[in-house]
């Protein structure tokens, strides 16, 4: 926050709960530019097996090892190190730059860009333009560009049975048993095809549980996590609506809570996606694929403000990893690169 001070940038706090966010804008109207990104990171996993301390940046051999030296620190100081390099070229750029950043998105995601969002909403403010700094690189530098994100809906399911001894199955009511036809439909449905942009929708459990340890009693009850990744000719509920007909068509007894923790959004060519491909070729000589792949990020936050949204950062190959890591070269070329569409959009 104190490099952005010195460099004409009003910085506002805005803390919800123990997240800690800021929103610093320099210039006036519109456009504006934003740079979104996160300073929060994963859990490291086994300590030992990590051949640098996780929380003490150490180079070796030209890389970067350290936990969040991909996602996203590194993306986090180019976008820094980039706008002020711009400020000092073009001190009189026109319209706005600001960056939003947060502690909350490898969490629950509730107090951090989606709270600040709401806020500037409130407020009146908009953003134009965004670049979230997440390591969208697969295989070098820039050779891939987000502009978009599928939706995510997650369920949690509690299958109801009836408790009892194995060896009197007609006493009791095997939850396991009641749902077993029904989630081989469910893992087997093709959902749909997407399109030309999105992959199809994929059902994928993520945690399965039911018993009380006994080999010899048959559980009352199943638990069970899972989630929707669906591209957007799908609908929320339209895809409830299938879930539980096929739940209900097996006969299965369930309670179900549902949870959607982000909606599809896509960026279709525009001023922000040329400035951005235009860019990475400069500094690779090649234009980025342009993908919707992967997880959610915050842009499906910043998105429903109207904004134009892409994803341009390192190479993810070792993200929430042990040994998470980055080539100084990366961020080198990541800094050009976001320099580049600062000056094809402000000036």
């Known amino acids: ?43 490291t996993g086994p300590l030992e097996e990590w051949q640098t301390d996780p929380f003490v940046p150490t180079v070796s051999d030209g890389v970067l090892y350290g ?3 991909a996602d996203m620190k590194s993306g986090l100081a180019a976008m820094i ?12 750029h026109r319209g706005s730059i600001a960056f939003l950043i947060t502690s909350d998105e490898e969490g629950p995601s509730v107090d951090g860009t989606k709270r600040v969002v709401e806020v500037l909403k409130a407020r009146g403010e ?17 050779d891939t560009v987000k502009i978009g994100r599928r939706g995510s809906l ?20 095997n939850p396991v048993h009641t749902l077993a036809p029904a989630l081989a439909e469910l893992t087997s449905r093709l959902w749909d095809e997407g399109n030309e942009h999105f992959e199809p929708t994929t059902f994928q459990v993520s945690n399965l549980n039911a018993g009380t340890g006994a080999p010899n009693v048959i559980p009352g009850e199943l638990k069970a996590r899972f989630n929707l990744r669906y591209s957007p000719v799908q609908t929320v509920a339209s895809l409830k609506e299938t879930v539980e007909g ?17 909606e599809p959004f896509y960026t279709p060519p525009g001023p922000l996606s040329d400035a951005v491909v235009a860019a990475v070729k400069e500094v690779t000589g090649k234009p980025p694929r342009l993908s919707t792949s ?4 915050d842009g499906r936050f910043i998105a429903p403000m109207g904004a134009q949204v892409v994803e341009l950062g390192v190479v993810n190959k ?6 998470e890591n980055v080539r100084i070269s990366e961020i080198d070329a990541l800094h050009r690169m976001y320099f580049n569409v600062l000056r094809n959009l402000l000036t």
Request: proline content about 4%; overall charge positive.
């Open 1 to 43: 926050m104190k490099r952005l001070a010195a460099i004409g940038f009003r910085v506002e706090r805005m803390n919800f709960g123990n997240v800690a966010n800021f929103w610093a804008v320099r210039g006036r109207g519109a456009p504006v530019f934003c740079f979104a990104g996160h300073t929060d990171v994963v859990p």
């Open 67 to 69: 936990r969040g030296a």
């Open 126 to 142: 908009r953003i134009d333009w965004c670049i979230v700094g997440e390591p969208s690189s697969e295989s070098e530098i820039g």
């Open 246 to 262: 096929i739940l209900r068509k097996h006969g299965v007894k369930y309670t179900l809570e549902w949870y959607v923790s982000g």
């Open 318 to 323: 070792t993200i929430h990893k042990v040994n």
């Open 294 to 297: 992967g997880g959610t990020s």
């Open 154 to 173: 997650s369920g949690r399911l509690t299958v109801h049975g009836i408790q009892g001894h194995v060896a009197y199955p007609q006493l009791a009511e």
């Open 81 to 92: 190190t980039a706008t002020e390099e711009f400020v000092r070229q073009y001190p009189d």
